[in-house]
């Protein structure tokens, strides 16, 4: 016997909550031993949940709407690259560990390969995408609203809407990035119409900012960088300069909190001065 966690949408902070599933397991590594341990995973809640319908949320759901639902499947568009990447590359890419990243390489490469590069095992600083810096803690908050939008994006809401319970059979039960809790606090915010497409991290992140959770403590972006004490680089207007994933651009507009840069692919964007003089390189 083995125990996974089911997790149910809950209209409290931070809206999911687990729920522990013994069931009898089936040693292996195959696609057909797992298939064959989430039927006796769903089998064991349903014995205890009748009348609620759990949802397995992976390549090796029996129904098409949950592997529609794994992060290898579904997909977010990058604004700054006008193309579509599968969420487990983008957030495996936009890693910030100790020892290096992000690995934007890893946007091009299959999403399995993403998740198995050993680049992005190791003590997790923060996380770095479309030229902006994401704090790592919470854990799942960086994961969860880059997997909210995606569904919002790809109009799957109804498919969580109609489900109970979310399950991951690979999960077991560890710290790290889930999506099938992703799908509970999905649901829930849906459920609530607190969801928006294209919500920016701040307006997310501002649904889980309470006091009396030790799991909800923001980590302050102002406070967190990598590496230790990167050199700066300060930048003045018409100042050419090269961005890591977004390229050249030139400085249009400076003020005490922000850059104005407009870059040659992109057009005019406007990032946080700590980003800039710790990532861009003068041209």
Not at 2 to 9: A, G, L, N, Y
Not at 169 to 183: H, K, T, V
Request: proline share 7%; charged share 25%; hydrophobic share 35%.
């Amino acid at each position: 016997m083995t125990t996974r966690t089911v997790f149910i949408p809950s209209e409290h902070k931070p809206y999911y909550r687990k729920v522990p599933v013994e069931f009898e397991f089936h040693p292996g590594q195959s696609a057909l031993q797992k298939m064959k341990n989430v039927k006796a995973l769903q089998d064991a809640w349903s014995l205890d949940h009748p009348d609620a319908r759990l949802l397995e949320v992976s390549t090796k759901s029996p129904e098409d709407t949950g592997r529609r639902l794994s992060p290898f499947n579904l997909t977010r568009t990058l604004y700054s690259l006008k193309k579509e990447f599968p969420v487990e590359n983008i957030v495996q890419g936009s890693k910030v560990l100790e020892q290096g990243g992000p690995y934007y390489d890893l946007l091009g490469t299959d999403p399995l390969s993403a998740k198995q590069d050993p680049r992005t095992t190791g003590k997790l600083e923060a996380y770095s995408l479309e030229g902006e810096l994401y704090p790592a803690s919470p854990d799942f908050l960086f994961y969860t609203w880059i997997y909210a939008m995606a569904v919002l994006e790809n109009n799957l809401q109804r498919v969580l809407l109609d489900a109970d319970a979310f399950s991951d059979i690979e999960f077991a039960g560890s710290d790290g990035n889930c999506q099938a809790r992703a799908c509970a606090i999905t649901k829930s915010l849906l459920t609530q119409s607190r969801l928006k497409k294209n919500m920016t991290f701040e307006e997310f992140s501002r649904l889980f900012l309470v006091s009396d959770l030790d799991e909800v403590k923001l980590t302050p972006k102002k406070d967190f960088h990598v590496g230790p004490n990167p050199k700066k680089t300060v930048f003045s207007v018409g100042d050419w300069l090269m961005h890591p994933a977004i390229g050249q651009g030139q400085v249009m507009k400076k003020t005490p909190r922000d850059y104005t840069i407009m870059f040659r692919v992109s057009g005019p964007r406007t990032l946080r001065k700590d980003v800039v003089e710790t990532k861009c390189s003068r041209l």
